[in-house]
């Protein structure tokens, strides 16, 4: 259970709820330029990412200033990966921008889960203003996560997600950023020369789901009322409680395997067999919840009863 709570007074949570919101929106309709640091358990590596809206189009780069200098471009639902040499186009795959999930963020959802807090101390994360949003944890299914803003603009400048003894597991932080960058259309072309892969995002089949769970943590529900069909028969289905993700995977299986579940820094991945009636099928569960989390769920995970 969780033995030091942040407490908050019921006036601050619709202005954290609020805070959440505006960030997510600062993401997509701000113009930046920065440098951030990306760290979890002993892994750390440095990204610089701009971003623009230009001719009613959304442009993004972000570039890994610390490996290969791979390049994942992004216009609109288009994403280009752009590779120096083919060794390393085998090696990397695309990675993602901070945080990003929250587009709709509900005060009675997250209430369920979380205690959420604005501090009234000042902060300065990369030479800018900053207010601190916590959203401390109300049991042990979840991390706590720490946010610091832009005072101006809201814009997420830092983020910790921590155990419930305050045990830092990862954390995004911009050590430079500049929010009036000369960003052009061509500054969001490969140049020539550099090998590159393009992809469009395609909206995922949806088919019945045909799983469910017996119990799910406080808050937790199915973010899809259908599963999604992905290769090889494997269906997906998505938990969340309006701030952590849960991605569960269930396909045909040949062989058993014994239940795992691993971590690296917030993210816990665990896989097991069962099998219904004469059919064996793999479950994998991936998310940023603690590996308890993970372990119960596999265990409560079974075919949906017809009539429900």
Aim: charged share 25%.
């Amino acid at each position: 259970m969780i033995l030091t709570p942040w407490r908050l007074a019921v006036a601050q949570t619709p202005d954290a709820v609020q805070l959440l919101r505006n960030m997510t929106e600062a993401f997509h309709t701000l113009s930046y330029d920065g440098v951030f640091v990306h760290s979890e358990a002993s892994n750390m590596n440095s990204m610089r990412i701009r971003h623009s809206v230009l001719s009613g189009m959304e442009y993004e780069s972000l570039v890994d200033l610390d490996g290969d200098k791979v390049e994942v471009l992004r216009v609109d639902d288009k994403i280009i990966c752009v590779h120096p040499d083919p060794t390393s186009e085998n090696r990397n795959s695309p990675f993602r921008a901070p945080f990003k999930g929250l587009k709709k963020v509900s005060h009675e959802r997250l209430a369920l889960g979380y205690e959420l807090a604005v501090s009234k101390e000042s902060y300065r994360v990369a030479g800018r203003d900053a207010v601190r949003l916590t959203l401390q944890p109300r049991d042990e299914y979840r991390y706590g996560h720490v946010f610091w803003l832009d005072k101006e603009n809201h814009f997420l400048l830092k983020h910790d997600v921590v155990k419930s003894d305050g045990q830092l597991l990862e954390r995004v932080q911009f050590t430079s950023i500049n929010f009036s960058p000369d960003l052009k259309q061509e500054d969001f072309v490969p140049k020539n020369g550099l090998r590159r892969k393009e992809q469009t995002k395609q909206p995922p089949v949806k088919v019945k789901n045909a799983w469910q769970f017996e119990w799910l943590p406080a808050g937790f529900s199915l973010v899809w009322t259908e599963a999604r069909a992905l290769n090889h028969g494997t269906n997906m289905l998505l938990l969340s409680d309006g701030m952590a993700t849960i991605s569960v995977f269930v396909e045909p299986s040949q062989t058993i395997r014994p239940t795992s579940v691993m971590g690296m820094g917030a993210t816990v991945a665990g896989m097991s067999s069962f099998k219904v009636k004469d059919d064996f099928y793999l479950l994998t569960m991936v998310g940023e919840v603690p590996g308890e989390t993970i372990d119960r769920l596999m265990t409560v995970f079974m075919p949906r009863v017809e009539n429900d």
